[in-house]
C-alpha cells in the first residue's frame, strides 16, 4: 500500500535568523540601521486602499522603469522580484536547467544549496581558501551554470570587477548570476560588464543598502533574452508577485540619492570604525566591503561570545557550519549600537 506521506516533498529548508519580538540590539540579519528615504514614506501616505480591488500590473512597468533609468539599462533588461530570493530562485530555476552541475563556494549564502536541492538541480561546491578566497580557477571546469555573491556572504570578501569578468569569460557556455546584495558598500558593481557579455545576470536587493527589506523588492539585470526567460517562468507559477505599493515605493527610493549616499556612507564609516575595534579586541576581521563583519576570537569560542551577548540582548549571527563554527556575522547598527556591542565584547573576552 502506498502512504500519501511518501508523496510529500522533503527539504531541509534555509533557515533564516530571528526577528524577535522583544527589543534588542538586533546585528543578525544584516538589515540597515536606517530609515528608508523620505520619499518612501509619503507613497505610503498617499496610498489609496480603494485600488487594492484590483490586481496590480503582472509587468512591474513602475519599478522596471524607474529601475532601468536608474542603471542605465532598459527596462526589459530588469527583473523584479519578491526581495533577491524570490529573483534568485526564479534565476535558479530559468538558468540552471543544464543537466550538469552548477558550481558555487563552500562558504556563501546558505540558500544556494536550498534551491539546487528544491528544483534538483545538480551541484558541487568549491573550497574557498582559509584566506575565505574564492579561487577563479576552481571555476574552470565543465558545468551547468555559477553563482558567486560579491561581495560573498558571510565572509565579506569582496572581488574587483576584473575578477569577474574573469569568472565570465571562462564561463561562456553557461550562465553566471553575480548576486550583488551588498555591493552599496562597496567599491564597484559588475553592471559594465553586461554590455559585453550575455551570459551574465546580476542581482540586486533593495533589503540592505535601501532599507526595505520589510517591503520585499529585489531585482536583476541581464540582456532581453535572459530577463523574458526569467518572466516565462515566473509567468507559469504566479504573475503578480509584486503589489503597486511596493513597486512605488521602490520608485521613490530611487529619487533621493542623496539620502542614499548619506546613509550607505555612514554605515561604511561606521564598519571602519568597528573593524578597528574588533582587531583592538583581538579579533580576526577580514577586511569586509559589505554591511556586515565576519569576526572570530582566537580564544574565546564563536558559540560561547554568541551566546553571552544573547544574554544581554545583543543579537548576532553564528553558524553552527564546517570551516565557520568559531565565526560570527554581526551587521553594522548605527554608532551607538555598536558601542554598547564592544562594551560587552570587553567584559565578555574578560571574564
Ligand atoms: C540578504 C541576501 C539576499 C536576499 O535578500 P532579500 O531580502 O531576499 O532581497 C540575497 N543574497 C545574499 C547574499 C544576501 O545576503
Redesign the pocket.
Known amino acids: 500500500m502506498s502512504d500519501f506521506r511518501d508523496k510529500i516533498r522533503r527539504i531541509t529548508p534555509y533557515v533564516p535568523g530571528e526577528q524577535p519580538k522583544e527589543k534588542v540590539i538586533k546585528l543578525n540579519t544584516?538589515e540597515n540601521p536606517y530609515p528608508p528615504a523620505p520619499e518612501v514614506q509619503k507613497i505610503k501616505e498617499a496610498m489609496d486602499c480603494g485600488t487594492l480591488r484590483m490586481y496590480p500590473d503582472p509587468n512591474g512597468t513602475t519599478i522596471r522603469t524607474a529601475l532601468a533609468e536608474y542603471h542605465g539599462v532598459t527596462p526589459d533588461q530588469v527583473f523584479a522580484g519578491v526581495?533577491?530570493?524570490?529573483v534568485?530562485a526564479t534565476a535558479f530555476l530559468t538558468f540552471f536547467a543544464g543537466g550538469e552541475p552548477i558550481l558555487f563556494p563552500d562558504i556563501t549564502?546558505s540558500f544556494y544549496d536550498v534551491w539546487a536541492d528544491l528544483f534538483r538541480i545538480p551541484y558541487k561546491t568549491c573550497p574557498v581558501g582559509n584566506d575565505f578566497r574564492i579561487n577563479l580557477d576552481d571555476y574552470k571546469e565543465p558545468n551547468g551554470g555559477v553563482i558567486i555573491?560579491n561581495p560573498n556572504?558571510p565572509t565579506t570578501i569582496y572581488e574587483p570587477v576584473e575578477w569577474i569578468e574573469e569568472l565570465v569569460r571562462n564561463n561562456s557556455e553557461s550562465v553566471v548570476i553575480v548576486?550583488e546584495?551588498?555591493i552599496d558598500f562597496a567599491p564597484e558593481s559588475a553592471l559594465p560588464l553586461l554590455k559585453k557579455y550575455e551570459n551574465l545576470v546580476i542581482v540586486r536587493?533593495?533589503?540592505?543598502s535601501r532599507s526595505m527589506?520589510g517591503a520585499?523588492l529585489?531585482y536583476a539585470i541581464a540582456s532581453k533574452e535572459l530577463i523574458d526567460a526569467m518572466y516565462a517562468v515566473r509567468n507559469s507559477y504566479n504573475s503578480y508577485t509584486l503589489t503597486t505599493l511596493v513597486e512605488d515605493m521602490g520608485a521613490a527610493s530611487l529619487k533621493d540619492e542623496a539620502y542614499f549616499k548619506e546613509t550607505v556612507g555612514k554605515v561604511v564609516a561606521t564598519r571602519e570604525r568597528a573593524k578597528e575595534k574588533f582587531r583592538e579586541l583581538g579579533f580576526i576581521c577580514p577586511d569586509s566591503q559589505a554591511n556586515f563583519l565576519f569576526v572570530s576570537h582566537p580564544t574565546v569560542s564563536a558559540k560561547k561570545i554568541f551566546e553571552e551577548l544573547r544574554e544581554r540582548k545583543i543579537f548576532v549571527r553564528f553558524f553552527n557550519k564546517p570551516r565557520i563554527n568559531e565565526y560570527l556575522r554581526v551587521t553594522i547598527g548605527t554608532d551607538e549600537e555598536m558601542d554598547t556591542l564592544f562594551k560587552n565584547l570587553a567584559l565578555i573576552i574578560k571574564e
Open positions: 544584516n526581495g533577491s530570493d524570490d534568485l549564502y555573491a556572504a548576486d546584495a551588498y536587493t533593495y533589503s540592505k527589506a520585499r529585489g
